[in-house]
């Protein structure tokens, strides 16, 4: 599962979770496979993202799991000693892997 | 104390002179300078901007077509939303070719024109009654620089005249006198600026056409909008008020949610804090009127009614909000 | 630095009129400006999301000439008081980075976050005016820019010593010009009049002991560039994140309940920051193969 900007969303994309508005309504199914048409809809109603199945957009830039999970873990090096840092540490870590869960 | 009273030497006129044909040699500027006119050049659009936002000359003149396309028009859009050093005097310099196509004295806005090849003493001429045309013909208020009764009654008395219907608004603020009492004369300044500004904006973006925004003094400020513009004029102006007001206020003021002062009889009262209340008199369609004077009648009233309402309100004409 | 070389860094500093803005930013307002349907409101709503211009704006409000000086300190209330015209102005007159970085966007993309985190903490701790304190994270990190543009030789030897001696950026300003961006925010903030509310938090953002009276809002803003620089979004820094005051953080009581659901709501806010993002370095990309095209 890829979580993408609206922007990069296209034809045949496939939705891993359901598109919800900002009050919970759910516009568009989990499952429902995306047309340009769809994603203009999408974009009109001010949906900034959606997860999609798959890995269908690449960016050079992106890092593997692991690597990302080495980049939050050097980040937090110098603040080990600082409880509420290592408990946002921990979190961000953990958020990093639910965003890739199939 | 004795006052001696010192010759004392008054400082340049800056000008900003936007275009390369206009001081066509060393001796117009001298002779500028000379009249106490410090000419400065600017080519580019950019730099033009920054300075009439920045730090505002006391008159603009600028060649038509100046840096390309549109910046001429561009740039004396700028000069005109300096509200702070309000009605620069604009002087445009044009070819006479300009003036046998129709030129959209709307599109330039300006107070003059001249046409090229400048010679020296035309341009002098030129600045010298344009400088005292602006004092003449404009009856500012010194504070917010907005146009002042004489411009105010002109501006309603049109109203009345035309087919048209507009609402005449009038501004008042509610507390002002606990406030200036409590923060002092300098922070009222400061407020009625605000609201001058605001009001202006407001008018500008939703309903320029048509519109007029004057300053009777003190806390009495008056617009003039065409009637299908009300409602959402008057409602975005006490919006912008309350969304603004506190940073004219103290925190301890807003969180008592009012300010004790001395009512005029000098006993200690609880006084609201500054709140906004416009009355709006209709005019046109089945609202004849003939005379600004029957108009102010009408405001009062109104205003007295809004007045007696809490917090920030508009009334238009007699109906309630 | 000694007395005299920081005195002269001082009084040049004062000068800087025209800290240069992304050329995305630029051109994606520019054509807002242009299209009569365009509302201050969406005008507004772009340029929060730019730390130069907002700084800018918030100098031109709180200009002694426009009559209330030292009293906006939130971005929102500039723009009303401005109105249209004038940042149409603005925008025109905005001058432009010649050399676009990868660190100026990294730097915009970490003030934008700051602001985002900042509006969230502040809105959660029912502060009055939360928008003030999410105008002053966009702006904290304003002395980076300064530094950039009035000492680059300096700057690329900060930038050089972070790398090999691996210290803070904070360290090796100090090192290096004898003062940190902290400091430099701070005369800029005092330089243009900005309000206390504003010059407090940027002056503090990494040390919040030294706030007097806006206490919160410092700690406040030290704890969203914390937490942003913890999410690795954007950057215009070192590696690491930077130690917490306890105080600060007393002050802000938050809870390990707290951090998930500020966590949630960053997340959340921040997929709107990111398009954007995509969208102004598109809009710059678009505007630089124009030149090339045009033989610029």
């Keep these: 599962m890829q979580q993408i900007l609206i922007a990069q969303a296209g034809d045949g994309m496939i939705l891993a979770r359901d598109v919800e508005s900002e009050e919970g309504r759910v516009l568009c199914g989990k499952g429902t496979e995306l047309s340009a048409c769809l994603v203009e809809r999408l974009k009109k109603m001010e949906v900034t993202h959606v997860a999609v199945e798959g890995h269908p957009v690449v960016d050079e830039n992106e890092k593997t799991l692991k690597e990302e999970l080495f980049d939050i873990e050097q980040r937090f090096k110098r603040v080990k000693h600082i409880p509420p840092l290592v408990h946002l540490k921990k979190r961000i870590m953990e958020r990093a892997v639910k965003a890739r869960e199939e | 104390m004795i006052i001696i009273q010192k010759k004392v030497k008054l400082p340049m006129q800056r000008i900003l002179v936007a275009g390369k044909n206009i001081i066509n040699s060393p001796e117009t500027r001298l002779l500028l300078e000379a009249k106490g ?129 507009y609402g005449v608004c009038y501004i008042d603020i509610d507390n002002f006198k606990p406030y200036n009492d409590r923060y002092g004369f300098s922070r009222g300044d400061e407020v009625l600026l605000m609201v001058a500004r605001i009001t202006v904006n407001v008018v500008e973006e939703l309903a320029r056409d048509g519109s007029f925004v004057g300053h009777i003094g003190g806390d009495d400020f008056v617009f003039i909008v065409r009637e299908e513009n009300l409602k959402p004029v008057c409602e975005r102006l006490v919006e912008n008020f309350e969304r603004v007001k506190n940073m004219f206020l103290s925190p301890e003021d807003i969180k008592a949610g009012a300010f004790i002062g001395e009512d005029r009889q000098g006993n200690e009262t609880r006084f609201d804090l500054l709140s906004l209340s416009v009355a709006v008199v209709t005019i046109g369609g089945e609202n004849k009127y003939e005379h600004f004077g029957e108009v102010s009648v009408v405001a009062s009233q109104i205003k007295h009614y809004a007045k007696t309402l809490d917090g920030s309100n508009y009334v238009i004409d007699r109906r309630e909000r | 630095m000694e007395e005299a070389k920081k005195e002269h860094f001082r009084r040049t500093l004062r000068d800087i009129k025209n800290l240069p803005t992304l050329p995305g930013m630029v051109t994606k307002l520019t054509a807002m400006a242009e299209d009569p349907d365009t509302t201050t409101e969406q005008m507004g709503k772009v340029i929060s999301k730019d ?12 200009s002694a000439f426009y009559g209330f000086p030292q009293r906006i300190s939130s971005l929102n209330n500039a723009i009303i008081l401005l109105g249209f015209n004038v940042i149409k102005s603005l925008i025109i007159s905005a001058s432009i980075f010649e050399i676009m970085e990868d660190q100026d966007v990294e730097l915009w993309e970490h003030s934008l976050g700051c602001a985002v985190v900042c509006s969230v903490v502040a809105k959660r701790l029912g502060i009055s005016d939360p928008e003030e304190i999410s105008t002053a994270g966009l702006i904290h990190d304003i002395g980076k820019v300064a530094i950039k543009m009035e000492l680059p030789e300096e700057y690329e030897l900060i930038n050089k010593m972070v790398l090999e001696e691996k210290v803070s950026r904070f360290a090796a300003e100090r090192q290096i010009l004898g003062l940190d961006h902290a400091e430099v925010g701070k005369w800029l903030a005092k330089k243009w009049n900005l309000p206390n509310k504003l010059i407090e938090p940027i002056s503090c953002h990494h040390d919040p002991r030294l706030a007097k009276e806006e206490q919160l809002s410092s700690a406040v803003v030290h704890f969203g560039n914390i937490v942003i620089r913890g999410m690795g979004y954007g950057h215009g820094d070192d590696k690491w994140v930077p130690p917490m005051s306890q105080r600060a953080f007393r002050l802000l009581e938050i809870s390990a309940v707290d951090i998930d659901e500020i966590l949630d709501e960053i997340e959340d806010k921040l997929w709107d920051v990111k398009g954007f993002s995509l969208e102004i370095q598109s809009e710059q990309q678009a505007a630089a193969s124009e030149n090339n095209c045009n033989g610029k």
């Excluded at chain 2, 028009?73 to 509200?83: D, G, Q, S, T, V």
């Excluded at chain 2, 146009?147 to 002109?154: D, K, V």
Aim: one cysteine or more.
């Design chain 3, 51 to 62: 730390h130069i211009l907002a700084a800018k704006l918030l100098r031109l409000v709180n």
């Design chain 2, 37 to 165: 006119y410090q000419a400065i050049l600017c080519e580019k659009l950019q730099d033009a901007v920054s300075m009439v936002l920045e730090d505002p000359p006391d008159l603009l003149i600028t060649e038509k077509g100046f840096a390309g396309s549109n910046h001429d028009h561009e740039l004396i859009m700028a000069a005109k939303a300096c509200l702070q050093k309000a009605n620069i005097p604009i002087l445009l310099v044009l070819d006479l070719d300009d003036l046998k196509s129709d030129m959209n004295w709307d599109y330039y806005p300006v107070d003059d024109f001249i046409v090229k090849p400048v010679p020296p003493e035309t341009l002098l001429a030129r600045i010298e009654l344009a400088e005292s045309r602006m004092v003449r013909v404009f009856d500012n208020n010194p504070l917010s620089k907005l146009p002042g009764n004489t411009s105010i009654l002109r501006s309603i008395q049109r109203t009345i005249d035309s087919d048209e219907s």
